[in-house]
């Protein structure tokens, strides 16, 4: 089976611009995690969804967002982006539940300058 | 809320044991689990104990649950340095998993 992908890997955008994040999960796994991970703050959890539903959120302006389309495939989005948005945004997929074992992508890592 | 904590770095030679050490909050938590990650990649699941279970091993890796104490430890037998990364430890709380900060485990050789 593949593992899950993540599109782009690399990213360099400016402060004000917004960014699009894609995360394709391993056939069959309908739960898709995204988290944040910065030296500073370590792995943190932005959000999960499941069935096109977002089940559960982080901590995290209403800037990011996302959302799960029927084949379970899933983007991030950051508006209005901010230097500290800079960080390797992972994404892990799961079959049921965001609390089932996650597998996680290669991370896109996003330099905001 | 629900924190989960590691030591940030551990030292140990090539060959010898590592012990990576957790301790979390939640006592209701299902599952714990270890994950790696090494440089400039994503986090790979490398095992997971049941919180009904005391011990759990698998081949060079070895984890113990302490309920009582809710302390969680990872052994890796017989140190490489292809074991040179981040370790992090994460409980499921509350229909989502609360990461470590991550140990980062160097090999002297």
């Known amino acids: 089976k593949a593992g899950v992908t993540q599109t782009p890997r690399y990213l360099i955008k400016t402060r004000g611009q917004q960014v699009t994040l894609s995360c394709s999960p391993i056939?069959?796994?309908?739960?898709v995690s995204w988290y944040q991970q910065t030296p500073g703050q370590g792995l943190q959890f932005l959000f999960e969804?499941?069935?096109?539903?977002?089940?559960n959120k982080g901590n995290f302006p209403g800037r990011f967002s996302g959302r799960q389309f029927s084949n379970s495939r899933s983007e991030m989005n950051v508006s209005t982006l901010e230097l500290g948005d800079s960080a390797l945004y992972l994404c892990?997929?799961?079959?049921?539940?965001?609390?089932?074992?996650?597998?996680f992508g290669p991370g896109t890592r996003l330099t905001v300058l | 809320g629900e924190d989960v904590e590691q030591s940030l770095f551990l030292s140990v030679r090539e060959g010898d044991s590592s012990v990576i050490n957790c301790t979390y909050t939640?006592?209701?938590?299902?599952?714990l689990y270890w994950y790696k990650q090494e440089p400039g990649a994503g986090l790979q699941l490398l095992t997971y104990?049941?919180?009904n279970m005391d011990m759990k091993q698998d081949q060079r890796l070895t984890v113990l649950l302490n309920k009582k104490d809710k302390h969680l430890s990872l052994r890796i037998a017989d140190t490489q340095t292809g074991d040179s990364a981040i370790y992090f430890c994460?409980?499921?709380?509350?229909?989502?998993?609360?990461w470590g900060a991550g140990t980062k485990l160097i090999i002297k050789p």
């Open positions: 892990a997929s799961s079959l049921d539940s965001g609390t089932d074992t996650q597998y």
């Open positions: 056939s069959g796994h309908r739960s």
């Open positions: 969804y499941f069935s096109e539903t977002q089940r």
């Open positions: 939640d006592s209701s938590s299902t599952y």
């Open positions: 104990i049941f919180s």
């Open positions: 994460a409980e499921e709380s509350n229909y989502q998993l609360i």
